[in-house]
Protein backbone atom coordinates (compact mmCIF):
# COMPACT_ATOMS: atom_id res chain seq x y z
CA UNK A 1 0.00 0.00 0.00
CA UNK A 2 2.91 2.63 0.89
CA UNK A 3 4.43 2.39 -3.10
CA UNK A 4 0.82 3.02 -4.56
CA UNK A 5 0.11 5.78 -2.25
CA UNK A 6 3.88 7.50 -3.38
CA UNK A 7 2.29 7.06 -6.86
CA UNK A 8 -0.80 8.13 -6.09
CA UNK A 9 0.38 11.43 -4.11
CA UNK A 10 2.56 12.22 -7.24
CA UNK A 11 -0.75 12.05 -9.24
CA UNK A 12 -2.34 14.41 -7.19
CA UNK A 13 0.24 17.01 -7.64
CA UNK A 14 0.18 16.36 -11.28
CA UNK A 15 -4.02 17.20 -10.50
CA UNK A 16 -3.76 19.96 -8.62
CA UNK A 17 -1.81 21.55 -11.59
CA UNK A 18 -4.34 20.57 -14.28
CA UNK A 19 -6.56 22.34 -11.97
CA UNK A 20 -4.38 25.35 -12.07
CA UNK A 21 -4.27 24.85 -16.11
CA UNK A 22 -8.02 24.25 -16.35
CA UNK A 23 -8.47 27.92 -14.67
CA UNK A 24 -7.10 29.70 -17.28
CA UNK A 25 -9.55 28.22 -19.88
CA UNK A 26 -12.51 29.57 -17.88
CA UNK A 27 -11.38 32.89 -18.66
CA UNK A 28 -14.10 35.58 -19.71
CA UNK A 29 -16.88 33.25 -17.75
CA UNK A 30 -18.23 33.19 -14.93
CA UNK A 31 -16.83 30.16 -13.40
CA UNK A 32 -13.53 31.52 -12.30
CA UNK A 33 -14.99 30.91 -8.66
CA UNK A 34 -16.08 27.38 -9.06
CA UNK A 35 -12.60 26.95 -10.55
CA UNK A 36 -10.53 28.52 -7.22
CA UNK A 37 -13.03 26.47 -5.38
CA UNK A 38 -11.43 22.94 -7.79
CA UNK A 39 -8.14 24.59 -7.05
CA UNK A 40 -8.46 24.31 -3.43
CA UNK A 41 -10.42 21.44 -3.41
CA UNK A 42 -6.99 19.57 -5.66
CA UNK A 43 -5.12 21.25 -2.65
CA UNK A 44 -7.22 19.51 0.17
CA UNK A 45 -7.07 16.06 -1.70
CA UNK A 46 -3.36 16.60 -2.21
CA UNK A 47 -2.60 17.45 1.36
CA UNK A 48 -5.08 14.40 2.52
CA UNK A 49 -3.25 12.12 1.02
CA UNK A 50 0.02 12.95 1.58
CA UNK A 51 -0.41 13.86 5.22
CA UNK A 52 -2.76 10.41 5.56
CA UNK A 53 -0.21 7.79 4.50
CA UNK A 54 3.25 9.58 5.46
CA UNK A 55 2.78 11.55 8.84
CA UNK A 56 -0.33 10.29 10.19
CA UNK A 57 -0.46 6.68 9.03
CA UNK A 58 -1.60 5.26 12.39
CA UNK A 59 -3.44 7.89 13.85
CA UNK A 60 -7.14 6.75 12.62
CA UNK A 61 -8.58 10.12 14.14
CA UNK A 62 -6.73 12.48 12.45
CA UNK A 63 -7.25 10.72 9.12
CA UNK A 64 -10.82 11.13 9.64
CA UNK A 65 -10.48 14.60 9.94
CA UNK A 66 -8.15 14.70 6.76
CA UNK A 67 -10.34 12.57 4.52
CA UNK A 68 -13.71 14.26 5.81
CA UNK A 69 -12.78 17.58 5.60
CA UNK A 70 -11.63 16.22 2.03
CA UNK A 71 -14.95 14.99 1.03
CA UNK A 72 -17.09 18.20 2.59
CA UNK A 73 -14.66 20.63 0.07
CA UNK A 74 -14.71 18.61 -2.44
CA UNK A 75 -18.90 19.28 -3.22
CA UNK A 76 -18.32 22.87 -3.30
CA UNK A 77 -17.06 23.22 -6.94
CA UNK A 78 -19.93 21.50 -8.66
CA UNK A 79 -22.72 23.64 -6.41
CA UNK A 80 -20.43 26.92 -7.36
CA UNK A 81 -21.26 26.27 -10.94
CA UNK A 82 -25.29 27.09 -9.89
CA UNK A 83 -24.99 30.30 -8.94
CA UNK A 84 -22.37 31.49 -11.65
CA UNK A 85 -24.45 33.67 -12.69
CA UNK A 86 -23.87 38.10 -13.11
CA UNK A 87 -24.71 39.35 -10.43
CA UNK A 88 -25.09 37.64 -7.62
CA UNK A 89 -22.00 35.47 -7.87
CA UNK A 90 -20.06 36.73 -4.93
CA UNK A 91 -23.30 36.64 -3.03
CA UNK A 92 -23.56 32.67 -3.71
CA UNK A 93 -19.96 32.37 -2.41
CA UNK A 94 -20.78 33.91 0.99
CA UNK A 95 -23.84 32.91 1.48
CA UNK A 96 -24.31 29.41 0.23
CA UNK A 97 -21.44 28.00 -0.41
CA UNK A 98 -19.39 28.87 2.71
CA UNK A 99 -22.27 28.17 4.98
CA UNK A 100 -22.83 24.74 3.20
CA UNK A 101 -19.01 24.05 4.09
CA UNK A 102 -20.12 24.90 7.95
CA UNK A 103 -23.33 22.84 7.71
CA UNK A 104 -21.85 19.52 6.55
CA UNK A 105 -18.62 20.40 8.42
CA UNK A 106 -19.96 20.21 11.93
CA UNK A 107 -19.98 16.75 12.50
CA UNK A 108 -16.52 16.85 12.71
CA UNK A 109 -16.08 20.05 15.13
CA UNK A 110 -17.99 18.41 17.31
CA UNK A 111 -15.73 15.33 18.19
CA UNK A 112 -12.84 18.17 18.98
CA UNK A 113 -12.08 18.17 22.67
CA UNK A 114 -8.94 19.57 24.55
CA UNK A 115 -6.78 16.49 23.57
CA UNK A 116 -7.34 16.26 19.59
CA UNK A 117 -10.43 14.63 17.88
CA UNK A 118 -11.88 11.42 18.66
CA UNK A 119 -12.85 8.99 16.24
CA UNK A 120 -15.78 10.40 13.72
CA UNK A 121 -18.13 8.57 12.90
CA UNK A 122 -21.32 10.34 11.06
CA UNK A 123 -25.09 8.74 11.06
CA UNK A 124 -27.16 8.62 8.00
CA UNK A 125 -28.80 11.85 7.93
CA UNK A 126 -25.22 13.48 7.19
CA UNK A 127 -25.04 11.14 4.68
CA UNK A 128 -28.03 11.42 2.78
CA UNK A 129 -27.06 15.38 3.08
CA UNK A 130 -24.35 15.02 1.10
CA UNK A 131 -25.96 12.38 -1.50
CA UNK A 132 -28.35 15.13 -2.38
CA UNK A 133 -25.53 17.77 -2.93
CA UNK A 134 -23.63 15.39 -4.87
CA UNK A 135 -27.01 15.00 -6.97
CA UNK A 136 -27.30 18.44 -7.40
CA UNK A 137 -23.77 19.59 -8.21
CA UNK A 138 -22.88 16.46 -10.12
CA UNK A 139 -26.00 15.89 -11.79
CA UNK A 140 -25.73 19.38 -13.55
CA UNK A 141 -23.36 17.68 -16.46
CA UNK A 142 -25.65 14.04 -16.47
CA UNK A 143 -26.70 14.97 -20.17
CA UNK A 144 -23.40 16.67 -21.28
CA UNK A 145 -19.98 14.64 -22.36
CA UNK A 146 -18.70 15.29 -19.02
CA UNK A 147 -21.25 12.61 -17.59
CA UNK A 148 -19.10 10.11 -16.71
CA UNK A 149 -16.10 12.30 -14.94
CA UNK A 150 -19.15 13.53 -13.27
CA UNK A 151 -20.00 10.62 -11.91
CA UNK A 152 -16.61 9.39 -11.28
CA UNK A 153 -16.09 12.85 -8.96
CA UNK A 154 -19.65 11.56 -6.85
CA UNK A 155 -18.22 8.27 -6.58
CA UNK A 156 -14.94 9.31 -5.29
CA UNK A 157 -16.24 11.79 -2.64
CA UNK A 158 -18.63 9.32 -1.23
CA UNK A 159 -15.62 6.65 -1.04
CA UNK A 160 -13.65 8.79 0.89
CA UNK A 161 -16.77 9.45 3.21
CA UNK A 162 -17.72 5.99 3.69
CA UNK A 163 -14.58 5.08 6.77
CA UNK A 164 -16.36 8.27 8.88
CA UNK A 165 -19.93 6.98 8.88
CA UNK A 166 -21.79 3.78 10.77
CA UNK A 167 -23.31 2.50 7.55
CA UNK A 168 -19.94 0.90 6.45
CA UNK A 169 -18.80 -0.53 9.81
CA UNK A 170 -20.29 -3.76 8.99
CA UNK A 171 -18.96 -3.86 5.35
CA UNK A 172 -15.46 -5.86 5.78
CA UNK A 173 -13.93 -2.92 3.65
CA UNK A 174 -10.77 -1.53 5.56
CA UNK A 175 -11.08 2.08 5.72
CA UNK A 176 -7.82 2.24 3.66
CA UNK A 177 -8.83 0.24 0.88
CA UNK A 178 -12.29 2.94 0.74
CA UNK A 179 -9.46 5.79 0.44
CA UNK A 180 -7.98 4.65 -1.93
CA UNK A 181 -10.38 3.44 -4.04
CA UNK A 182 -12.11 7.40 -3.38
CA UNK A 183 -8.50 8.69 -4.87
CA UNK A 184 -8.42 6.53 -7.85
CA UNK A 185 -11.83 8.03 -8.56
CA UNK A 186 -10.69 11.62 -8.15
CA UNK A 187 -7.38 11.15 -10.27
CA UNK A 188 -9.97 9.63 -13.27
CA UNK A 189 -12.52 11.98 -12.97
CA UNK A 190 -9.84 14.81 -12.80
CA UNK A 191 -7.85 13.46 -15.63
CA UNK A 192 -10.75 12.27 -18.37
CA UNK A 193 -12.42 15.92 -17.61
CA UNK A 194 -9.00 17.43 -18.27
CA UNK A 195 -9.02 15.58 -21.78
CA UNK A 196 -12.42 16.66 -22.95
CA UNK A 197 -11.95 20.70 -22.06
CA UNK A 198 -8.80 20.90 -23.71
CA UNK A 199 -8.47 18.25 -26.07
CA UNK A 200 -11.50 18.33 -28.16
CA UNK A 201 -11.58 18.75 -31.27
CA UNK A 202 -13.50 21.60 -32.96
CA UNK A 203 -15.45 21.81 -36.44
CA UNK A 204 -17.53 23.71 -36.38
CA UNK A 205 -18.46 27.31 -35.83
CA UNK A 206 -21.39 29.64 -35.48
CA UNK A 207 -24.33 29.85 -32.70
CA UNK A 208 -24.25 26.14 -32.51
CA UNK A 209 -20.82 26.10 -31.52
CA UNK A 210 -21.74 28.94 -28.67
CA UNK A 211 -24.45 26.56 -27.37
CA UNK A 212 -22.76 23.73 -27.04
CA UNK A 213 -19.98 24.95 -25.36
CA UNK A 214 -22.32 26.83 -23.05
CA UNK A 215 -23.82 23.73 -22.28
CA UNK A 216 -20.85 21.64 -21.78
CA UNK A 217 -19.30 24.29 -19.41
CA UNK A 218 -22.23 25.57 -17.29
CA UNK A 219 -24.34 22.02 -17.23
CA UNK A 220 -28.06 21.47 -17.99
CA UNK A 221 -29.62 23.11 -15.21
CA UNK A 222 -28.44 26.71 -16.85
CA UNK A 223 -28.75 25.21 -20.26
CA UNK A 224 -32.60 24.76 -19.84
CA UNK A 225 -33.35 27.88 -18.12
CA UNK A 226 -31.64 30.23 -20.98
CA UNK A 227 -33.37 27.51 -24.25
CA UNK A 228 -36.46 28.19 -22.46
CA UNK A 229 -35.69 32.36 -22.36
CA UNK A 230 -34.91 32.03 -25.89
CA UNK A 231 -37.54 29.85 -27.62
CA UNK A 232 -40.21 32.07 -25.64
CA UNK A 233 -38.92 35.64 -26.09
CA UNK A 234 -37.09 34.81 -29.67
CA UNK A 235 -38.54 31.82 -31.57
CA UNK A 236 -41.98 31.91 -30.24
CA UNK A 237 -42.25 35.93 -30.58
CA UNK A 238 -40.80 36.06 -33.84
CA UNK A 239 -42.20 33.42 -35.21
CA UNK A 240 -38.83 31.35 -36.04
CA UNK A 241 -38.96 28.27 -38.21
CA UNK A 242 -36.68 26.48 -35.81
CA UNK A 243 -36.70 26.23 -31.91
CA UNK A 244 -33.92 26.22 -30.21
CA UNK A 245 -33.03 22.42 -28.36
CA UNK A 246 -30.19 20.72 -26.32
CA UNK A 247 -28.21 20.39 -29.57
CA UNK A 248 -28.65 23.65 -31.13
CA UNK A 249 -31.38 25.05 -33.68
CA UNK A 250 -33.93 22.46 -34.72
CA UNK A 251 -35.64 23.03 -37.92
CA UNK A 252 -38.55 21.23 -38.39
CA UNK A 253 -38.25 21.50 -42.41
CA UNK A 254 -35.09 22.19 -44.34
CA UNK A 255 -34.66 25.94 -44.27
CA UNK A 256 -34.11 28.33 -47.23
CA UNK A 257 -30.72 30.11 -47.16
CA UNK A 258 -32.31 33.28 -46.64
CA UNK A 259 -34.59 31.69 -43.45
CA UNK A 260 -31.08 30.12 -41.98
CA UNK A 261 -29.04 33.20 -42.23
CA UNK A 262 -31.99 35.23 -40.57
CA UNK A 263 -32.39 33.02 -37.66
CA UNK A 264 -28.92 32.65 -36.92
CA UNK A 265 -28.21 36.58 -36.87
CA UNK A 266 -31.29 36.76 -34.33
CA UNK A 267 -29.45 33.22 -32.39
CA UNK A 268 -26.76 35.55 -32.51
CA UNK A 269 -28.10 38.51 -30.59
CA UNK A 270 -30.04 36.23 -28.54
CA UNK A 271 -26.78 34.51 -27.27
CA UNK A 272 -25.11 37.89 -26.71
CA UNK A 273 -28.32 39.37 -25.07
CA UNK A 274 -28.95 36.09 -22.75
CA UNK A 275 -25.33 34.95 -22.15
CA UNK A 276 -23.68 37.94 -20.96
CA UNK A 277 -24.71 37.59 -17.52
CA UNK A 278 -22.29 34.30 -17.41
CA UNK A 279 -19.96 35.02 -20.25
CA UNK A 280 -17.90 37.92 -21.90
CA UNK A 281 -18.30 38.98 -25.47
CA UNK A 282 -15.48 37.40 -26.76
CA UNK A 283 -15.95 34.45 -24.87
CA UNK A 284 -18.89 34.41 -27.73
CA UNK A 285 -17.18 36.13 -30.61
CA UNK A 286 -14.81 33.64 -30.41
CA UNK A 287 -16.62 30.92 -31.10
CA UNK A 288 -18.81 32.63 -34.24
CA UNK A 289 -16.12 32.80 -36.77
CA UNK A 290 -13.29 30.45 -37.96
CA UNK A 291 -9.73 32.46 -37.31
CA UNK A 292 -8.17 32.80 -40.75
CA UNK A 293 -5.55 29.25 -40.76
CA UNK A 294 -7.19 27.77 -38.03
CA UNK A 295 -7.41 23.88 -39.13
CA UNK A 296 -9.29 21.27 -37.94
CA UNK A 297 -9.50 19.51 -34.96
CA UNK A 298 -7.70 22.31 -33.25
CA UNK A 299 -9.08 24.54 -30.10
CA UNK A 300 -10.04 27.60 -30.52
CA UNK A 301 -11.44 30.15 -28.29
CA UNK A 302 -9.12 32.80 -26.91
CA UNK A 303 -6.50 29.99 -25.32
CA UNK A 304 -5.70 26.54 -25.97
CA UNK A 305 -8.35 24.76 -23.77
CA UNK A 306 -10.30 27.68 -23.18
CA UNK A 307 -14.35 26.57 -22.31
Not at 258 to 282: G, I, K, S
Request: contains cysteine.
Amino acid sequence: MFVLWVILAGLLVLMLGLSIRLRRGLRGTTLTTTANWSIFTAAIWTAAGTLSAFVFPHNAEAQDQLWYWTAVVSVIPPIAVLGAKRPGREAWNFFVLLPLVFVLGWPALTVWTSHGPDALRVETPVLIGFVLVLVMGCGNYIATRLALPALLYALAVVLVLAPCSTVSAGLGISFEAFRLSGTISMLLATFWSGLILTYRPETTFGPDRVWNDFRETFGIVWTKRAMDRINIEFATREQWPAQLGPDGLEWPTPPTDQQREHVEARMVYALHWLLRRFVDPDWIDHRLVRPAGLTEGLNHGGTKGER
